[in-house]
């Protein structure tokens, strides 16, 4: 199976610091563009960050920019959210995607473009 595992979500205080991962599996994300999306309770789906083929390009959302750093391994097969300075509007499941990119310097913030989704991780910020 060809699957996105994110890990590492939790409670967190306000102010506090979280690391996701997304692990793949059955794939490479070497040919790959990769997402960080977030939904909160009685929300949509938002957007969070991207990151290109060659984890050189991002973007970041404008709520996020300055707290949180994405980031890719490809030898390990894994990219990470650094999240920073949270806070309880950052509470939401949040979910890895993958985008099969046709450039190394790729980028998209829409959801419907990415082709693989993980399960999501729960993600609390509360004191």
């Known amino acids: 199976q060809l699957q996105l595992v994110e890990s590492g979500g939790g409670l967190v205080q306000p102010g506090g610091s979280l690391r996701l991962s997304c692990a793949a599996s059955?794939?490479?994300?070497?040919?790959?563009?990769m997402g960080w999306f977030r939904q909160a309770p009685g929300k949509d789906r938002e957007w969070v960050s991207c990151?290109?083929?060659?984890?050189?390009?991002?973007m970041y959302a404008d709520s996020v920019l300055g707290r949180f750093t994405f980031s890719r391994d490809n030898a390990k097969n894994t990219v990470y959210l650094q999240m920073n300075s949270l806070k309880p509007g950052d509470t939401a499941v949040y979910y890895c995607?993958?985008?099969?990119?046709?450039?190394?310097?790729?980028?998209?913030?829409?959801?419907?473009?990415?082709?693989?989704w993980g399960q999501g991780t729960q993600v609390t910020v509360s004191s």
């Open positions: 990151i290109s083929r060659s984890g050189v390009s991002k």
């Open positions: 059955g794939f490479t994300l070497d040919y790959y563009a």
């Open positions: 995607a993958a985008l099969k990119a046709p450039d190394s310097d790729y980028l998209s913030s829409a959801g419907d473009e990415y082709y693989y």
